[in-house]
């Protein structure tokens, strides 16, 4: 083969390469994610192209566990693990409704309240336990860019878990 007709057929691969990359949301995996298992929890950091379709969820907390219980307490509303899963499944709901999925969050802020029956500790690992299930795994691989902190407290008492997410993708 001619080193010219060569040359043409690496430039519009090239091209062709370049011109898809543009069109799609790329995830950077962690540097650690090979050797450390947190790391493989969320992304270092997305490139989100121009034209693609963005979602913002506000922060959402969970529904009530244990009618039971005395109203607005951890008792109420659960563990960490609980109030975690709650707030997920909501998230999930409201993607839905809206034609996305969970595999196109792209960003997560999750805020933890220390847990009083773990000595006011933020039960990260039980977060993490929850997480797990939905991000990350061989059904839905993608994990978003993520900041966890405990806070001192969230506006209803009992919360012990608040999410805000941004979701994106491009639209067929």
């Known amino acids: 083969m001619p080193i010219h007709r060569l040359l043409t057929i690496v430039s ?21 994610h090979m050797t450390e298992a947190w790391a493989r929890e969320f992304s270092e950091s997305i490139e989100i192209p121009a034209g693609v379709d963005q979602l913002l969820l506000s922060g959402v907390g969970p529904m009530i566990a244990d009618a039971a219980a005395p109203a607005d307490t951890v008792q109420s509303y659960g563990d960490t693990e609980v109030q975690t899963r709650s707030v997920l499944l909501q998230i999930k709901s409201t993607l839905e409704k809206r034609g996305y999925a969970m595999g196109d969050i792209v960003s997560m802020q999750a805020l933890i309240v220390g847990d009083p029956r773990k000595g006011g500790e933020a039960d990260f690992a039980g977060f993490s336990k929850v997480y797990n299930q939905f991000f990350g795994t061989k059904e839905q691989p993608n994990v978003p860019v993520r900041t966890r902190a405990q806070v001192v407290r969230l506006v209803p008492p009992g919360w012990l878990v608040e999410i805000t997410v941004t979701v994106a993708k491009r639209r067929p």
Not at 13 to 32: E, F, H, Q, V, W
């Open 12 to 32: 519009i691969l090239l091209i062709s390469m370049t011109a898809n990359a543009g069109n799609n949301i790329t995830r950077y995996k962690n540097p650690a």
